[in-house]
């Protein structure tokens, strides 16, 4: 499928007729796969479908002008232009329809993503990184409209900082980025804040990105009237455009029908992006879809008679056969023959992917039928066993629900005998359940050696009387030696480059490390997310800094569905091993001091979430972090960057565990839970607790996901038989995650004599002040009665009741 990526200004007129040809037979080829999986869906083989039909042309055209090392960050509609790259052919796209769970067979998702949804493998089984500039890649697709957007901007700016940044060893990432990012967007999701955002934050930056906006004059039911402003986004955006005076966007607009017009524009915004840096919009018009959205629906119901017969004749398929065969390069009986050869390829394509999807299920039918036969055999209730028998033989396309289905259920009736075909039984569906579970489930973390859970901590050294600093400067001087250390390394932010951050945790290190490493951003969460993830994908490690907690609201949507989910839904054949920096906890007001750890907790699983106490833990993380290749989110202690603190003699080396709990301080009668800021609360209270008699163990946290892999403090549980968790989120939130990781899936209860509890802050944020402070949140007091009256139940004579 793959096509030739010479332009139309360096081939002769029969490479070019060749080419045509070629571009011609790729659009009929991927318009019937549209066509033939709407059917699939509509019989009932496939589960959903959303494709690419009325987009085939200028998708051609951007592959022409699309190179190695390039990257693309698209959206569901770009199967055409995978398969003119070499990326997709027909068979993979109904392994992609069917969700086939071989990624040899469905190489985009292994099945975990719907169709439509594309990417080309970044990383080895071993996890190293593949040659990226030897071939044409893509970022794997999100579903969520304009989602990848943010991502597209750290995919150019990578480009510009292998061009600006020397040191960097660019082997397998860049040509002294002399790379593209190419973005594709449907015109009704430019209405999106993300889009806006990016395309802003790229013409700041000045980076090669060359968006396409697929303007069929719809989303879903809605006209354009309805999505832009003069319904025409490239119009609207005229002030984007650049000018003698002033930096800005090449804008562009063509037709989606006109071959020519379309090869010109794109080898035009290539060359632009390519040598320049300078981003470029093309607005692609008059495009359809002839089938609608997707097979949710008919696109009848909203459509004019008089649009649909417009859409009919304005196909772009229809008009780029009408203009080869005006310009004679093509006669009307080669290209029926072409169009019936395609017609069967597809077919042919969809009938191999169909058996290789249900092979491996008929073997495992098969092989339950037989146990399944034996079971009734034997079974005093085989009328029942054998009902479950005959659903199974009428499945004759069965799915994997079905075998682990029908195996459980036989097993109920088989309760409370014995015997070998009882064993069997069990076996297969145990066995089955454990090989299959992971096709599901697996590559959500880093599942190779070098993990950052595997690496070990590196305890930071000290000078007999070491030098007591502000914490800010432990993190200072530790940035320092990273970005030493690592050329590769960058950091982004409000306020980050020339001011050292708002706590001054970066100060001077702009100017010694310049501004393509330690840069200021504009107030953008979303495209710093998307920034950290796009470099990242090319190889580089970036720091994206979100300024404070409360801020990472605006990045949410990005962090959670598109970082969070990378290695899961790239089944680990994509990585964007970036560090989320920001600062947070116990500062007062509703909006800089409110904890959303447990909804990042449950938004945000792929990624690593770290809470360090202070800043020494904080440096020991980055340490470590940048040792793996995770991403991860380090929420830094607003309150503890003027704490003094010993300075480490090992700045840039020490490691902090992750995963790895903390005992800050020993005890017999309770356990103390908590993290961050609070810890250090705790651990004043603690002390007073002793004057009472009350000796608790006091254990950070540290990490909450993955939260306290070696089971530490179950087994503080087994010696104190209490667990008090005391947490600055509201009621249900991190704390109660924290008790169901230890509760349900560690097993502390059997070693509780009291009833588990949480102290958290109110269900509102926080109220302004100190005094708000205190009425919001667990305070001192607050944490002594608690802990107190647990005690008072324990032992009523021993602690009389306190209030």
């Known amino acids: 499928m793959k096509s030739d990526s010479k332009t139309s200004s360096e081939i002769s007129f029969d490479d070019f007729q060749s080419q045509i040809l070629d571009d011609y037979r790729v659009a009929v080829i991927s318009r019937e796969c549209s066509l033939l999986g709407r059917r699939e869906v509509l019989t009932g083989k496939a589960k959903f479908g959303i494709f690419g039909d009325g987009k085939e042309l200028p998708q051609l055209a951007m592959a022409r002008a699309f190179q190695n090392g390039d990257f693309r960050s698209g959206y569901y509609r770009d199967q055409t232009f995978m398969m003119a790259s070499g990326h997709l052919d027909p068979i993979a796209f109904f392994h992609g329809l069917y969700a086939t769970t071989d990624i040899t067979k469905e190489p985009m998702s292994a099945g975990r993503q719907m169709g439509g949804h594309f990417v080309t493998h970044s990383m080895n089984d071993d996890g190293t990184w593949k040659d990226l500039t030897k071939q044409k890649n893509s970022s794997a ?34 040509n002294n980025g002399n790379e593209v990012a190419w973005g594709t967007i449907g015109n009704a999701s430019t209405s999106e804040g993300h889009f806006f955002e990016t395309l802003n934050a790229a013409g700041v930056l000045q980076v090669p990105m060359v968006i396409s906006v697929w303007d069929d004059n719809y989303g879903i039911s809605v006209p354009a009237e309805f999505h832009t402003t003069k319904s025409d986004i490239s119009e609207i955006l005229k002030g984007f455009k650049r000018d003698a005076e002033n ?25 632009i992006a390519r040598e320049e840096h300078v981003p470029v919009l093309i607005h692609v018009t008059e495009l359809t879809q002839p089938q609608g959205h997707s097979t949710s629906g008919s696109h009848e119901r909203y459509k004019s008679a008089e649009r649909l017969e417009w859409e009919r004749e304005n196909d772009c398929n229809k008009r780029f056969r009408e203009w080869i065969l005006e310009n004679n390069i093509a006669t009307e009986a080669s290209l029926k023959e072409l169009e019936k050869s395609c017609k069967q390829e597809v077919r042919n394509a969809k009938k191999q992917a169909w058996a290789e999807f249900l092979k491996p299920h008929q073997t495992a039918k098969k092989e339950l039928i037989e146990i399944l036969t034996k079971a009734a055999a034997s079974s005093p209730n085989r009328a029942f066993i054998t009902k479950v028998l005959n659903d199974l033989i009428a499945i004759e396309e069965p799915i994997k629900r079905d075998l682990a289905a029908h195996g459980r259920q036989a097993l109920r009736y088989l309760i409370g005998e014995q015997g070998q075909e009882k064993t069997n ?80 945790g970066l100060e001077g290190l702009q100017e010694k490390y310049g501004v393509h490493r330690i840069a200021d951003t504009g107030i953008r969460e979303a495209t710093i997310v998307g920034q950290g993830i796009g470099l990242a994908l090319r190889g580089l490690r970036p720091i994206a800094e979100i300024q ?4 990472i609201m605006y990045g949410l949507q990005t962090l959670s569905d598109d ?42 699983r792929g990624i690593y979430i770290l809470a360090p106490r202070n800043m020494t833990q904080a440096a020991g993380f980055y340490n470590t972090l940048m040792k793996s290749n995770e991403p991860a989110l380090i929420i830094e202690s607003l309150n ?31 356990t103390l839970l908590s993290y961050g800021s609070t810890l250090r609360i705790v651990q004043k209270v603690a002390k007073e607790l002793q004057e009472v008699g009350i000796d608790a163990e006091v254990i950070d946290a540290q990490t909450l996901l993955p939260f306290d892999i070696n089971h530490d403090v179950v087994k503080s549980i087994q010696k104190t038989n209490r667990l008090l968790i005391i947490d600055e989120d509201v009621p249900g939130g991190c704390s109660a995650y924290l008790l169901h990781e230890l509760i349900d899936k560690q097993g502390a209860y059997k070693y509780l004599d009291s009833e588990p509890q949480t102290l958290t802050a109110k269900s509102h944020r926080p109220a302004y002040a100190t005094d708000g402070d205190y009425f919001s949140k ?26």
């Open 778 to 803: 667990p305070n001192e007091e607050d944490i002594f009665e608690k802990v107190y009256e647990i005690m008072h139940e324990v032992a009523p004579h021993d602690y009389p009741q306190l209030r």
């Open 425 to 504: 039984l069990q076996n297969w569906v145990n066995n089955f359940l454990k090989e299959t579970q992971p096709i599901y489930s697996s590559q959500l973390y880093s599942e190779l050696e070098n993990k950052a859970t595997n690496i070990g901590a590196i305890a930071p050294v000290y000078a007999e009387e070491p030098e007591l600093v502000d914490g800010r400067i432990i993190l200072r001087d530790n940035f320092d030696r990273l970005f030493d250390k690592y050329p590769e390394a960058m950091i982004f932010g409000e306020d980050t480059g020339n001011i050292g951050d708002v706590n001054q």
């Open 548 to 551: 404070y907690l409360d801020y």
């Open 141 to 174: 697709d999100i579903s969520c409209t304009a989602g990848q957007m943010p991502r597209l901007l750290g995919l150019a700016q990578a480009s510009k900082v292998y061009r600006n940044v020397k040191g960097i060893d660019q082997t397998n990432f860049s």
């Open 640 to 670: 503890g960057y003027r704490l003094k603190e010993a300075k480490p003699a090992n700045l840039g080396e020490f490691c902090t565990p992750i995963g790895v709990v903390e005992t800050v301080k020993t005890g017999n009668d309770i």
């Open 247 to 271: 930096d800005g966007y090449e804008i562009l607009k063509v037709k989606g029908w006109d071959y020519t017009a379309l090869i010109h524009a794109y080898e035009n915004a290539s060359d």
């Open 563 to 604: 970082l969070a989910t990378l290695r899961y839904r790239s089944v680990g054949k994509q990585i964007a091993p970036m560090i989320i920096r920001t600062r947070g906890h116990r500062l007062e007001g509703i909006w800089h001091s409110g904890s959303q750890m447990g909804g990042l907790i449950h938004f945000l």
